[in-house]
C-alpha cells in the first residue's frame, strides 16, 4: 500500500505570487511607448519627405502649398521627431511632446470638421486618422496610469 504525501505550499511544483499573475502595466507602456515611437518616427520621416521634395497624398508638391500648409508640415515634421525619440527613450517628455503634437492634430482636423476655412481644409487629416490618433492618446492615457498606480502601490507595500 502506497501512503501518499500531502503537498504543503512549499512543496508546490510551481509557485506564482499574486503579484506575479498581475497585468504588469509598466511594461505594456514600455512597450507601447516603443512601438508609438516607430509609428511617430516614420509620420516625422514622411513630413520631411514632403519638404524635401516628394509630393504629399494629394500630389502637390511643398513649393506650390499655401503657407499654412507649409508651415503645418514643418511643425509636424520637426515635432513629430523629437517625440518619436523621447517615446524610444521612454521619457516623460516625449510622452507629453506627443500629446502637444497629436492635441495639435486632432484640433486642426476638428477645426476642419466644424467648418473652418482656409489653410485647415487641406492641412487636416481624414476622419480615421484623427480617430486612430484619439484612440492610441486614451490608450496612453490609461496605461500610463495603470503604469503609475502599479509603481506607487509596490512602492508603498
Given at each position: 500500500m502506497s501512503a501518499t504525501k500531502l503537498r504543503t505550499a512549499s512543496d508546490a511544483p510551481i509557485q506564482a505570487d499574486a503579484e506575479e499573475r498581475s497585468i504588469d502595466w509598466s511594461r505594456i507602456y514600455r512597450i507601447f511607448m516603443r512601438a508609438l515611437a516607430v509609428l511617430v518616427i516614420g509620420r516625422g520621416l514622411m513630413q520631411w519627405m514632403v519638404i524635401c521634395g516628394g509630393p504629399n497624398a494629394e500630389g502637390i508638391g511643398f513649393e506650390d502649398m499655401p503657407p499654412g500648409v507649409q508651415a503645418s508640415i514643418v511643425f509636424f515634421a520637426v515635432i513629430e521627431l523629437v517625440a518619436g525619440v523621447g517615446l524610444w527613450l521612454t521619457s516623460a517628455?516625449?510622452?507629453?511632446?506627443?500629446?502637444?503634437?497629436?492635441?495639435?492634430?486632432?484640433?486642426?482636423?476638428?477645426?476642419?470638421?466644424?467648418?473652418?476655412?482656409?489653410?485647415v481644409q487641406i492641412a487636416a487629416r481624414s476622419l480615421p486618422a484623427t480617430v486612430a490618433d484619439a484612440v492610441l492618446l486614451l490608450f496612453y492615457t490609461a496605461a500610463a496610469t495603470m503604469a503609475a498606480r502599479q509603481a506607487n502601490d509596490a512602492f508603498t507595500e
Open positions: 517628455w516625449g510622452g507629453v511632446v506627443w500629446v502637444l503634437a497629436t492635441a495639435v492634430a486632432i484640433g486642426i482636423d476638428l477645426a476642419m470638421l466644424g467648418g473652418m476655412q482656409g489653410w
